[in-house]
């Protein structure tokens, strides 16, 4: 019930497309989901994040769908470059708790 | 201004012996996490304190590992009697109030244990 289960586990997309990374989660107590991104050599760092009562969230190139019903939410990186070629996390926080459960990951690669 | 800090950033160690990982957080940050990272997986939660008090530290994976803050700053993940399986990325994050939920994360303490 506490884990995030994150595809795909890579993935390659040309300069310009669309790299999209899904979740999925089972606990309905979670209410904060953010993506981090991680640099080889790096810690994560926040990237973008959403809350439950809002299905769509977008800074930049970067935009969160958020399906409740379905308890699964994803990330959407438009006109992806080379510098955005790095691993990404999804995560869940619970309500009062700060506990968070990490995703996976998955390997991102832009080729140029 | 400066980041997470830890220290050391590789520690080597033999089986059986005791470390101890040291996390200093962004000044005046009041949550400070620890997390395992194995290679190629997502951090893994050990535990978390908001200012000196350990609030959960459920995700400690037995009583060989302990943390502690006590002035609620520098924070000390120990292993004690240490294993092959303890050999991963130890990382530590802090966020700015207990509820702000944006966590910063250190560079890691990578432990090899031989």
């Known amino acids: 019930q506490q884990q995030v289960k994150q595809s795909p586990q890579s993935l390659i997309v040309q300069k310009g497309g669309i790299s999209i990374i899904n979740c999925a989660y089972e606990?309905?107590?979670?209410?904060?989901f953010p993506w981090y991104q991680q640099f080889p050599g790096k810690g994560p760092a926040l990237l973008i994040a959403?809350?439950?009562?809002?299905s769509e969230k977008k800074e930049g190139r970067f935009t969160i769908s958020f399906n409740k019903s379905a308890k699964q939410f994803s990330l959407h990186i438009m006109d992806s470059q080379p510098g955005d070629s790095a691993t990404y996390f999804c995560?869940?926080?619970?309500?009062?708790?700060?506990?968070?459960?990490f995703g996976a990951g998955t390997r991102l690669f832009v080729k140029a | 201004g400066a980041g997470v800090s830890q220290s050391p950033r590789y520690k080597v160690t033999k089986r059986g012996q005791d470390v101890a990982l040291r996390c200093d957080p962004i000044s005046g940050h009041v949550s400070l996490y620890w997390y395992r990272q194995a290679l190629g997986q997502g951090p893994e939660f050990l535990t978390y304190?908001?200012?000196?008090?350990?609030?959960?530290k459920s995700g400690l994976p037995n009583d060989r590992f302990s943390a502690e803050r006590p002035e609620g700053s520098i924070s000390t993940l120990t292993i004690q009697r240490t294993e092959q399986r303890d050999s991963a990325m130890y990382r530590c994050a802090s966020s700015l109030r207990t509820d702000s939920y944006e966590q910063y994360f250190g560079p890691g303490t990578r432990l090899t244990v031989t």
């Open positions: 304190f908001n200012y000196e008090a350990q609030q959960d």
């Open positions: 995560a869940a926080q619970d309500t009062g708790g700060f506990k968070t459960i």
């Open positions: 959403i809350r439950p009562d809002v």
């Open positions: 606990n309905t107590a979670f209410d904060y």
